[in-house]
């Protein structure tokens, strides 16, 4: 079984969001990273502000937050802890959290929690954090198939604490991310596919 969950988590990886959803079309508006070239910066991300031990959690229980513990696992990350239910005891020591948002009602269901309950941990997640003067990471990895009202919501709570956002460039279709990252200044990676992702967290948390 765990054989089997690495090879879908490895597929979902190389392929495009939009294109899990819809084979064979592309997003209706035009992306600024491709097959050709996979990744596109805007503004310049202060790679000092993110130190370990780091906590890799979810907000909305989707299962791009086991995306992203792949992806710090294939970047060789070794300092941290993956908890997608973490609550506010669980910061204790951290200095980095690394957020992967996007609601599923399927995720919810399996964690056994309600939408009110999520939204509740994360609110406490966020106060703690503000507290703490923890350092945040945003990753939306699941392209535009995990947009939406909820997904939106728990996107804009951490997008109000964050240092630097990766986003998988198809979630994008509406300027949502570049509108925040221009006006708040907001380094952001756009990737075309998550597991381009691996080259932006080597390079991003190379010692």
Excluded: W
């Excluded at 294109?19 to 202060?46: C, K, R, W, Y």
């Excluded at 996007?102 to 507290?131: F, N, P, Q, Y």
């Excluded at 200044?185 to 597991?195: H, K, Q, R, S, W």
């Amino acid at each position: 079984m765990k054989k089997i969950t690495a090879l879908l988590l490895t597929l979902a990886m190389l392929i495009p969001a939009a294109a899990l959803a819809q084979a064979g079309e592309a997003p209706d508006f035009e992306m600024n990273t491709s097959m050709e070239n996979p990744v596109f910066h805007i503004g310049q991300v202060d790679k000092t502000l993110f130190e370990g031990p780091f906590l890799v959690t979810s907000f909305g229980q989707s299962a791009d937050a086991a995306m992203l513990e792949a992806l710090m696992k294939r970047a060789r990350v070794t300092d941290y802890t993956f908890d997608s239910l973490a609550t506010v005891e669980d910061l204790e020591g951290i200095k980095t959290v690394i957020i992967a948002v996007g609601a599923s009602t399927k995720g919810l269901g399996s964690a056994g929690i309600s939408e009110a309950d999520e939204t509740a941990r994360a609110e406490a997640m966020v106060e703690a954090i503000k507290e703490k003067g923890l350092a945040v990471i945003i990753c939306h990895l699941g392209g535009g198939t995990r947009r939406g009202a909820l997904s939106d919501k728990y996107t804009m709570m951490v997008l109000e604490l964050a240092s630097y956002a990766l986003v998988v460039e198809d979630a994008n279709f509406d300027g949502m991310f570049t509108k925040y990252a221009e006006e708040h200044e907001l380094p952001l990676t756009f990737i075309y596919a998550i597991a381009n992702g691996v080259a932006v967290f080597t390079e991003l948390f190379a010692k």
